[in-house]
T-cell receptor, first 114, second 116 residues
Framework: AQSVTQLGSHVSVSEGALVLLRCNYSSSVPPYLFWYVQYPNQGLQLLLKYTSAATLVKGINGFEAEFKKSETSFHLTKPSAHMSDAAEYFC????????????FGKGTKLSVKP | EAGVAQSPRYKIIEKRQSVAFWCNPISGHATLYWYQQILGQGPKLLIQFQNNGVVDDSQLPKDRFSAERLKGVDSTLKIQPAKLEDSAVYLC??????????????FGPGTRLTVT
């Protein structure tokens, strides 16, 4: 069975500071990993994904994530937070394949202070 | 291109009433998903369609929830009768039916259901 654990339901950073959102996964097969962002009253938007190619994945809006198999982690980072980054972020795992579905973590709400 | 459309955006009903949600996926996206997102949790898959056939409905509470996609395009999700615990955002997503789940899912804005 696959699962995702996001450490910290709420993270607060100052504008310009490093953003680090943590995600650990559990999977019996090589996983596909995703980060989605959700702005208030909107659907989810894909930030980036890992599908067994490069372990350092770059996404939209300056975000990136590194797949670390030894730590079963896929943490999301951004060097400098912007006010517009305030949103909820979800990590998701899939076993892959044509019928592999997404299993989401509980989400981390990011607040950015001016 | 137009995104995934959902309606209504908000719905308030009393328990034991019935409700229906509608989703129109992106044109050409044969794979369609319905998710339930309870406050403070991540989305949970309810049902997946490939064209008008059900691929996975293992987490759909079939005693009260039903979904259909008769012509392989738009879809409806129904709850009858609703319970208080059904209060959630219902998200619809679609993707191109590729060989792999790595193809991105595109999400609609969701329908926020409140059951009183």
């Amino acid at each position: 069975a696959q699962s995702v654990t996001q450490l910290g339901s709420h993270v607060s950073v100052s504008e310009g500071a490093l953003v680090l959102l943590r995600c650990n996964y559990s999977s019996s097969v090589p996983p596909y990993l995703f980060w989605y962002v959700q702005y208030p009253n909107q659907g989810l938007q894909l930030l980036l994904k890992y599908t067994s190619a490069a372990t350092l994945v770059k996404g939209i809006n300056g975000f990136e994530a590194e797949f670390k198999k030894s730590e079963t982690s896929f943490h999301l980072t951004k060097p400098s937070a912007h006010m517009s980054d305030a949103a909820e972020y979800f990590c998701a795992v899939s076993r892959g394949g044509s019928q592999g579905n997404l299993i989401f973590g509980k989400g981390t709400k990011l607040s950015v202070k001016p | 291109e137009a995104g995934v459309a959902q309606s209504p955006r908000y719905k308030i009903i009393e328990k034991r009433q019935s409700v229906a949600f509608w989703c129109n996926p992106i044109s050409g996206h044969a794979t369609l998903y319905w998710y339930q997102q309870i406050l403070g949790q991540g989305p949970k898959l309810l049902i997946q369609f490939q064209n008008n056939g059900v691929v996975d409905d293992s987490q759909l509470p079939k005693d009260r929830f039903s979904a259909e996609r008769l012509k392989g395009v738009d879809s409806t999700l129904k709850i009858q009768p609703a319970k208080l615990e059904d209060s959630a955002v219902y998200l619809c997503a679609s993707r191109i039916p590729g060989r792999d789940v790595a193809y991105e899912q595109y999400f609609g804005p969701g329908t926020r259901l409140t059951v009183t």
